[in-house]
């Protein structure tokens, strides 16, 4: 039986995206242990950027399924932990790169009352069952389902709230569960070139009394 390793899983895991913001769980610093039994059963400690979020079942499911990639492991449990919490400061280099770099791509505010996003790319699924969102210029992004069923709701009609109500029906949560999190995806997906943000037509033709 080959013998798994800490440093396999961990590289494993870096597959595994954050359901909010596009970085794997590793850079974004949310695993915060990694232990391997002589018998290959993997116990893995990590923690969620915040106690309420409403994609917590997507993420440790997402984290089970990489671990479970690598050759010989027997079985995996994950170990949800609050102490001590996450903080910005627990994340990589690499990761912290990636969000200030999409921060610097912030062109305009989003007007969250008028906003229609528009999904852009395409959705790659590979062998291996993970997804992946492509853009224009063929660079991917590695996703889950949840974060490729937002993107699939922005179809350039529907105004924020009402994604916001769509995505919450789709995940069976309420509304003010996801709002947050939708918010925060919206813009992630607008840094990424997935998403653009349309305004309504508005008419300049003006009628006479």
């Known amino acids: 039986m080959a013998t798994v390793t800490a440093t396999q899983v961990l590289e494993s895991l870096k597959q595994c ?42 993420l440790v499911s997402d984290v089970k399924r990489y671990v479970n990639k690598v050759s010989g492991v027997s079985s995996v449990n994950v170990e949800i932990v609050w102490d001590p919490p996450w903080t910005p400061e627990k994340m990589s280099d690499e990761g912290k790169k990636i969000i200030n770099y999409g921060k610097q791509k912030i062109v305009a505010p989003i007007n969250y009352e008028t906003a229609l996003p528009q999904g852009m790319g395409s959705v790659v699924k590979q062998e291996d069952g993970s997804l992946i969102l492509m853009d224009e210029n063929q660079q991917g992004f590695m996703v889950n389902q949840a974060i490729v069923d937002f993107w699939q709701l922005c179809n350039g009609k529907r105004k924020i709230t009402e994604l916001v109500d769509a995505f919450a029906q789709k995940m069976g949560l309420s ?7 939708v918010l925060q995806l919206i813009q992630q997906l607008r840094d990424g070139r997935l998403i653009i943000i349309k305004e309504p037509e508005v008419s300049n033709v003006q009628f006479k009394k």
Do not use: A, F, W
Request: with cysteine.
């Open 17 to 58: 995206m954050d359901p909010e913001i596009p970085i794997n769980v590793v850079d974004m610093g949310l695993i915060y242990g990694v232990n391997v039994s002589d018998d290959n059963k993997v116990d893995v400690k990590m923690t969620m950027t915040t106690r309420g979020c409403p994609l917590h079942d997507t």
């Open 175 to 181: 509304r003010g569960q996801v709002e947050k999190e």
